[in-house]
């Protein structure tokens, strides 16, 4: 048994039984996160993805179900498991994941079918395909087909092939993104760097570099920002991104700007970490926010 807790998280020994003190469950996943935003926020949301028939797909159905998101488009695996992981948390937040993907990664053109939804859409929220372009590229094609405009969040399957994911992003309306993340695709040494290289190649690009905060570059505008509250005590960093690039195209779909979707991601990031679990501090309100200090200046600057 490890006297530091922190120790067990370095090295596990092999035959090791190490204590833990709670546990809870939840759900998680970039899609379900970003509809639970978007609905706690009062917009529709359709939830398309692929589980499976399984105690962990029941708990993703009934969350969507407590949640008023649409989830009559969900296909299910008769082959894989509902994806799931264990979350090793660490005081201070950091965690480590161990993740069986299962059904989330084992898609086919049909799990993404736009044709087979009647209901008008004005944004579509995407999240990892696991590297699947071909779907990926049959998507956004039905996206922009519609006129609906495109988030993106890339996962390691897209970012791991850069040659194929650039090209896609002439359709991306907004690329969300980490530092780490963004550094796999386009050269630069700071945040800021970074996300100039990716707006090179779509329209709206946020860049995220945990406690130093956010980097957002339009067409006109420049903005950088801190954290929403320094001293906010970090309980569970689960779901941090996710809630700050749901809450920023909320804002940004709103037609609020950037410095007001900046404070929305920031805001909806902070009450994130402050509870265990990825979804249980998404924010149900935006009104009274706090104002940030924000910088802004000419995109060209």
Sequence with gaps: MCENPEECFFSIPLGDKVNV??????????????????????????????????????????????????????????????????????????????TYRGASTHFHPENFDLNSIEASFDWVYVSSLNGHFDILSRLFDQIKARGGKIAFNPGQGEL?????????????????????????????????????RARSYCSVVVGTDGANGAIAIDK??????????SSSRVIDRTGAGDSFGSAFVLAY????????????????????????????????????????????RPANY
């Design 21 to 98: 003190n709670r546990i809870d469950f939840s759900t998680g996943g970039g899609a379900t996160n970003a509809a639970t935003t978007f609905v706690r926020a009062g917009e529709n949301a359709i939830f398309l993805g692929q589980i499976a028939h399984d105690p962990a797909g029941a708990a993703v159905t009934r969350m969507l179900d407590e949640e008023g998101i649409d989830a009559t488009h969900t296909k299910y695996s008769s082959r894989y498991h509902t994806g799931y992981s264990v979350l090793l948390l660490a005081p201070g937040g950091e965690r480590t994941i161990l």
């Design 253 to 296: 779909a709103r037609g609020l700007g950037i410095k007001k979707a900046l404070i929305y991601g920031a805001a909806n990031s902070d009450a994130v970490v402050q509870k265990v679990g990825a979804k249980a501090g998404i924010l149900r309100d935006y009104n009274g926010l706090k104002d940030m200090q924000i910088t802004i």
């Design 160 to 196: 791991a092939q850069p040659n194929k994911l650039k090209p896609l992003l002439a359709d991306v309306d907004i690329l969300l993104a980490n530092k780490e993340e963004l550094a796999k695709c386009f050269t630069g040494s700071s945040l800021e760097e970074l996300v100039r």
């Design 220 to 229: 006109t505008s420049f903005a950088s920002s801190g954290l929403y509250n």
